[in-house]
């Protein structure tokens, strides 16, 4: 896992777009974001337990396996969206990014995004009510276990005004920002 500002210049969402500056693990974990590397999936039951994750899926992101989709389905995630629940992913080949919208401090403005590379074995946990995106990188190939509490609400719901204004957002926002 590598975490730094995006560097918002134009090009392939799924080039690596480093800035160059890192984004430290106690920044990410303000944003209410963890992370652990678990070459086991022991580990991963063992969390989901604890945390009462009670489903998952598998799903591997490649043109080998979606098809025709693929590029439209890279352009769906990428769309800037949150989730009603905490969410857990676990990569368990390939890797990919997942960008995350950062409040301003560590060298960062408000609102811009922070790019999360994972790789195999990592794991990350993502609040609910946080904007984020996800991608592909150069090899197209992403195959990671996304785990959700008993109650699915992990539909992606796209950033709008609806969304600003959604119970969940605003706890999230209550949660980051008390948290200083
Ligand atoms: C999300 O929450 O944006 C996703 O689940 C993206 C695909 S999982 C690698
Ligand atoms: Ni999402």
């Known amino acids: 896992m590598r975490a730094y500002w995006y560097d918002n210049l134009p ?3 799924r080039l690596p777009h480093d800035s160059g500056r890192s984004v430290p693990p106690s920044y990410l974990s303000s944003l ?5 590397n678990y070459p086991s999936l ?3 039951n063992d969390l989901a337990s604890s945390r009462n994750y009670t489903h998952r899926d598998e799903i591997t992101i490649s043109p080998e396996k979606m ?3 693929y590029e439209e389905k890279v352009k769906t995630f990428f769309h800037e969206h949150l989730h009603e629940d905490e969410e857990i992913r676990y990569i368990v080949e390939g890797g990919g990014f997942f960008d995350v919208r950062g409040k301003g401090e560590d060298g960062g403005l408000d609102g811009d995004w922070i790019r999360i590379r994972l790789e195999r074995f ?4 993502m609040p609910a009510g946080i ?3 996800f991608t592909t990188d150069e090899t197209n190939y992403t195959k990671a276990i996304r785990l959700f509490k008993d109650e699915p609400k992990w539909t992606p719901l796209n950033r709008g005004k ?7 957002r605003k706890e999230y926002l209550k949660m980051r920002d008390g948290a200083e």
């Open 131 to 133: 904007y984020h995106r």
């Open 11 to 13: 090009g392939d969402q």
């Open 162 to 168: 609806e969304t600003d204004e959604n119970g969940y």
């Open 42 to 44: 022991t580990s991963v």
């Open 32 to 36: 209410g974001i963890l992370h652990f």
């Open 67 to 69: 098809g025709d989709v």
């Open 122 to 125: 990592d794991l990350m946990i």
